[in-house]
């Protein structure tokens, strides 16, 4: 590859990083006078290697028509955490920093003109590190501003070797018992929430009194919980979410199945409020403190992620759980004859209208996300009206929404919109463009286009839906393409802006992302309809996506495809390069399954699926593993069937059983510090090609199974784009 050729790459992905996305946005002041929206930030720092945050404040006066006043933006790159008292008269930051060489969190107190307080939080060694991940996460400020409630590591004992001297100095020897050391468990195991969760172990409750400061950890939750999300009421007791972590932690991340509660606590009493055999997340309480809602979904021997229902709670009187939203099956017609495919995203941390009577929620809907008001008194759900772009609820307060819209073709843009009670009948929320999007050069040429296929045949579930991203139009056979299916395999590709998927768009390809059955946003039976299935029915979907995108984009070279996928996308990727050797000519996998046998067991999600009994099911959890290849099993409590069949059809289900058949020339990325799907499973299928001399190179990065920090990321976006560069020119003809 000629070095003004990759100069220009990387000059094309500096452009393209230099779009930032839109982290979160907060709503600050009364729709009465003038407010302001509080943005976040985030942006590629190419020369610090790292992302950088930002934040930027509009201010506004009324709406629709307003004046947008916007300031300039603010570093927070060293804010970890950040929430803004109910009064608006003081915020909160946890802030992290390096000190003498050591990393320290601080909480920092501000008012309107300077900082008031600063508590460092190593120094007063109440509790480990504050937890900062979506998953467990929680800052808030209580209903009198003088409290902050949070989740940190529980504080762990002291450990010494089995022999050491002691100090000769008496002050040492006055040690309290407290203080004293247990011996002989330095190098216990101490387990931890799995993959992009290491070093989450124990998590407790903590409180930060800024009038006595003092910090409590609150007591009462049981010791086989993990408790997270946690809120105020508006009595200050506490609700939260707590997870089982016994016997077995199994991976959190991307894993909305596990069994978990939600609770409250009330003067170090702890009581369930949600249904037995579920899993939840996203608490939220009304704004008049009445009413609570949550996501849930059925735990255990289930897909790894699915649709959830929502459910309310009347925290006034002592009566059942009501469902207002259901785990929709297939779909269902809502206002305006809308089809409504469920719920599979989170809740906005602020979600109520100012009457408490109206929620609002985004949720991807097949390739798109989309956005709702839901009554909750009548169960009535109304479409908020958008054009054919993504549209996600950030903030909500007084009736005043702040909105991401973001599109495959755009980048992230702010939007402010204010609700009126005749939106839930039309669907209309007019809105304004607070941060308009920054534009692409080279994309008035570009398109995004949805497409959706039905098989006809007896098949359960017939249809799926694929993506086109690219050249509007071009002479025949002209454009090389990429078929890149999605990883889970529950989730699915959505409209929005990436990076990735421009730069390869910008460099000349197009692409084509495929939502095979077993993807979300289409309705529980299609997530479902995967199990037992992988390696045939995603795969033949894959298959169909490229045959149908050639037939409908007659520019599209069929002797030019390519195909990239990570996790499940890579297992793909290797099944269609072993499947169909003919059809494509280069391959990049990521992080790759490639042998579900060797992968059970050693993943941070090596649970499995069983025939279970009810009472059986609160003691067993479900792996992907097993439950994608249709396998029953049980490891939870140690009875591993002994038929080794299961693991025979885990083998013949994998790509590896096809890598006698692969021609394409095949580059692969494996991080080391991946626990989802181990670094062996990419390096036994580098070593399996090499050996048939399949032209192959792999690339190891000390990362995660996201491949997301900054120096992995662009190198493995430019090699990618390199590897389909050389591998489907004209001249090679797409050959080998």
Not at 56 to 73: C, E, K, M, R
Not at 471 to 483: A, H, L, R, W
Request: glycine share 6%; hydrophobic share 35%.
């Amino acid at each position: 590859m000629a070095l003004g050729q990759v100069k220009e790459l990387v000059n094309l992905y500096k452009s393209l990083a230099a779009h930032p996305s839109l982290s979160s946005a907060q709503i600050v002041g009364s729709k009465s006078d003038r407010f302001y929206v509080q943005a976040s930030w985030t942006q590629r720092n190419l020369e610090r290697k790292t992302d950088q945050r930002f934040l930027q404040i509009y201010g506004l006066n009324t709406l629709p028509a307003s004046q947008v006043f916007p300031g300039f933006a603010v570093d927070i790159t060293t804010e970890l955490l950040s929430a803004i008292s109910k009064d608006e008269l003081r915020k909160a930051v946890l802030r992290q920093a390096t000190i003498d060489n050591t990393t320290k969190q601080f909480i920092e107190i501000w008012d309107q003109q300077h900082l008031m307080k600063n508590y460092d939080l190593s120094a007063l060694d109440v509790h480990g590190d504050v937890y900062t991940d979506a998953e467990f996460r929680s800052f808030e400020w209580s209903p009198d501003n003088t409290k902050l409630l949070y989740v940190a590591e529980k504080k762990l004992p002291k450990s010494e070797p089995f022999y050491k001297q002691k100090s000769l100095d008496k002050k040492d020897k006055e040690k309290k018992e407290d203080d004293e050391a247990a011996m002989g468990n330095e190098y216990i195991h101490k387990p931890h929430w799995g993959e992009q969760l290491v070093g989450k172990h124990r998590p407790v409750v903590a409180v930060l009194d800024t009038v006595t400061d003092t910090i409590t950890v609150l007591s009462g939750i049981p010791d086989d919980l993990s408790p997270g999300q946690v809120i105020w009421t508006k009595d200050q007791d506490v609700i939260g979410v707590a997870w089982m972590h016994e016997p077995l932690y199994l991976g959190l991340t991307a894993c909305t199945n596990r069994y978990s509660w939600i609770f409250s606590l009330k003067n170090g009493e702890y009581r369930k409020l949600s249904d037995e055999g579920c899993a939840v997340h996203s608490p939220r309480i009304s704004p008049d403190g009445n009413y609570l809602v949550w996501l849930q979904r059925e735990a255990g021997p289930v897909p790894h992620h699915n649709v959830h229902k929502l459910v309310l709670r009347d925290l006034r009187v002592e009566e059942d759980n009501i469902e207002l939203v259901e785990a929709v099956r297939t779909s269902k017609l809502i206002n305006r004859n809308k089809e409504f495919y469920g719920i599979y995203g989170r809740l906005p941390r602020r979600c109520w209208s100012r009457c408490s009577q109206y929620l609002f929620f985004s949720t991807p809907q097949k390739n798109n996300i989309v956005s709702y008001i839901l009554n909750i008194k009548t169960k009535d759900i109304t479409e908020i009206n958008n054009d054919t772009s993504s549209l996600s609820v950030l903030d909500v307060k007084e009736d005043v929404i702040a909105f991401l819209n973001t599109s495959l073709t755009q980048p992230s843009s702010l939007v402010v919109g204010e609700f009126q009670i005749k939106a839930t009948s039309d669907g209309n929320i007019p809105r304004l463009s607070v941060k308009p999007p920054m534009e692409i050069d080279g994309f008035k040429e570009i398109i995004y286009e949805p497409n959706e296929y039905n098989y006809d045949n007896d098949d359960d579930i017939k249809q799926f839906n694929y993506m086109y991203f690219g050249p509007k139009s071009g002479k025949n056979q002209s454009i090389p393409f990429i078929v890149v299916p999605h990883g889970g395999p529950h989730s699915a590709f959505a409209n929005t802006f990436s990076l990735e998927s421009s730069f390869l768009v910008s460099a000349g390809f197009a692409i084509v992302q495929v939502n095979y059955r077993g993807s979300t946003g289409m309705g529980s039976a299609t997530v479902e309809y995967l199990q037992g299935k992988v390696g045939d029915a995603d795969v033949k979907d894959c298959i169909t996506a490229t045959q149908e995108a050639l037939k409908k984009y007659p520019w599209l070279d069929s002797k030019r495809i390519g195909l990239c996928g990570g996790s499940h996308g890579g297992f793909l990727v290797a099944h269609l390069s072993g499947q169909a050797p003919d059809l494509f000519k280069a391959v990049i996998a990521k992080n790759p399954v490639i042998d579900i046998s060797t992968m059970f067991g050693i993943s941070d999600i090596p649970d499995c699926r069983n025939v279970l009994t009810k009472e059986e099911q609160i003691a067993y959890l479900h792996n992907v593993c097993a439950v994608e290849a249709g396998v029953p099993c049980n490891i939870v409590t140690g009875s591993w069937p002994e038929d080794t069949d299961m693991f025979v059809k885990m083998r013949k289900c994998s790509p590896i059983t096809l890598v006698d058949k692969v021609k394409a020339p095949t580059l692969i990325h494996i991080g080391t510090k991946d626990l989802r799907v181990p670094c062996s499973q990419g390096t036994m299928w580098y070593n399996r090609l090499k050996s048939n001399k399949v032209k192959t190179k792999m690339h190891v990065y000390d990362d995660n199974h996201q491949l997301s920090t900054g120096p992995a990321e662009i190198d493995h976006i430019i090699n990618d784009c390199l590897w389909l560069l050389e591998h489907l020119s004209k001249e090679s003809g797409g050959k080998k």
